[in-house]
């Protein structure tokens, strides 16, 4: 999936892209079904619940944001946090566009990529660097 308005569909509530994930040819995203893969649980995500209960697309909508609910929690919360904070400013249109991108420059999503383990400042500069282009 890299078309951008099926890849804006699969953004997580937490501001991961399912669309891009390592996994995405066994896994839809949360949204549309369960996803089994390591580190992802529909029936068992903090996250996605709390979106769920107050009626919000994801935590881009959140007053509340961050929290310490899920993968917040996690010291290597800098993906998400940086992701949402994004989607927060510029919409999740460009958040989407940037991401696609940086794919084109060689900038990878996922496990492997320079996101995964970023603090929030660095994911928002790797962003940030396909806007300037």
């Not at 904070?85 to 991401?99: A, N, P, S």
Request: glycine share 10%; proline share 2%; aromatic share 8%.
């Amino acid at each position: 999936m890299t078309h951008g308005e099926d890849l804006a569909a699969s953004v997580a509530y937490c501001g991961l892209v399912c669309g891009l994930c390592d996994h995405s040819a066994a896994c839809n995203g949360c949204r549309a079904e369960a996803c089994t893969t390591d580190g992802c649980d529909k029936a068992h995500c903090a996250i996605r619940q709390c979106c769920l209960d107050h009626d919000i697309a994801g935590c881009w909508d959140c007053d509340e944001f961050p929290c310490d609910k899920g993968r917040y929690a996690d010291a290597n919360r800098g993906q998400t946090v940086g992701f949402v904070t994004y989607i927060q400013d510029e919409g999740l249109d460009d958040f989407v566009t940037v991401l696609l991108a940086n794919e084109q420059r060689g900038i990878r999503y996922g496990m492997d990529g320079p996101y995964y383990h970023a603090g929030a400042d660095t994911v928002s500069a790797l962003l940030d660097m396909a806007r300037r282009e």
